[in-house]
T-cell receptor, first 111, second 117 residues
Framework: RKEVEQDPGPFNVPEGATVAFNCTYS??????FFWYRQDCRKEPKLLMS???SGNEDGRFTAQLNRASQYISLLIRDSKLSDSATYLC????????????FGDGTTLTVKP | EAGVTQFPSHSVIEKGQTVTLRCDPI?????LYWYRRVMGKEIKFLLH????????ESGMPNNRFLAERTGGTYSTLKVQPAELEDSGVYFC???????????????FGQGTRLTVV
């Protein structure tokens, strides 16, 4: 079993749709959680950190459930520019340390 | 401010040859990480430097891989001799200690695409 598992995807949605990605992690000692976005043949870029209290950034909402070891990302009102691969990332230490990546879930938003 | 830069962007070498990848982290970032993504797999951690010291090299696949960070600035990752299964994209990332117990963002370079033929 992988340490970080994501929805296999791909997700193909029309503009304006709401889409949710799920991620589970197996290491209960994990401390920090992130969603990264990776465009085709580009480097991963931080989309948002994920906190137990949940956090929202515009159309994006991230949730963390430590008891279930589950992370989610909700994208509302999808735009064409949201098309990318979304990576769930888990880190065991608060400040530094190696990150474990999920395989990524690919989203394509169509007109 | 310059981001994390990696060189070369692409490299095609023959099996058995040596290749050296370079990473220049963001100035002032003590943490430097190497990751790689082989075809069809997830991005995997290779190792972590704090300044010039190897903090964690548990992800290095074997002794054909050697990473250095002399002087705590740029880092090199040498593969010698390269094998076919080493093909993939090698990412470098850097981050800074916040000193406040908060998460620090890791910034990634654009990666080096290595093809071993």
């Amino acid at each position: 079993r992988k340490e970080v598992e994501q929805d296999p995807g791909p997700f193909n949605v029309p503009e304006g749709a709401t889409v949710a990605f799920n991620c589970t992690y197996s290491n209960s000692a994990s401390q920090s959680f992130f969603w990264y976005r990776q465009d085709c043949r580009k480097e991963p870029k931080l989309l948002m950190s994920v906190y137990s209290s949940g956090n929202e950034d515009g159309r994006f909402t991230a949730q963390l459930n430590r008891a279930s070891q589950y992370i989610s990302l909700l994208i509302r009102d999808s735009k064409l520019s949201d098309s990318a691969t979304y990576l769930c990332v888990v880190t065991p230490y608060t400040n530094a340390g190696k990150s474990t990546f999920g395989d990524g879930t690919t989203l394509t938003v169509k007109p | 401010e310059a981001g994390v830069t990696q060189f070369p962007s692409h490299s095609v070498i023959e099996k058995g040859q040596t290749v050296t990848l370079r990473c220049d982290p963001i100035s002032g970032h003590d943490n430097l990480y190497w990751y790689r993504r082989v075809m069809g797999k997830e991005i995997k951690f290779l190792l972590h430097f704090v300044k010039e010291s190897k903090q964690d090299e548990s992800g290095m696949p074997n002794n054909r891989f050697l990473a250095e960070r002399t002087g705590g600035t740029y880092s090199t990752l040498k593969v010698q001799p390269a094998e076919l299964e080493d093909s993939g994209v090698y990412f470098c990332a850097s981050s800074q200690f916040s000193g406040k117990g908060q998460d620090t963002e890791a910034f990634f370079g654009q990666g080096t695409r290595l093809t071993v033929v």
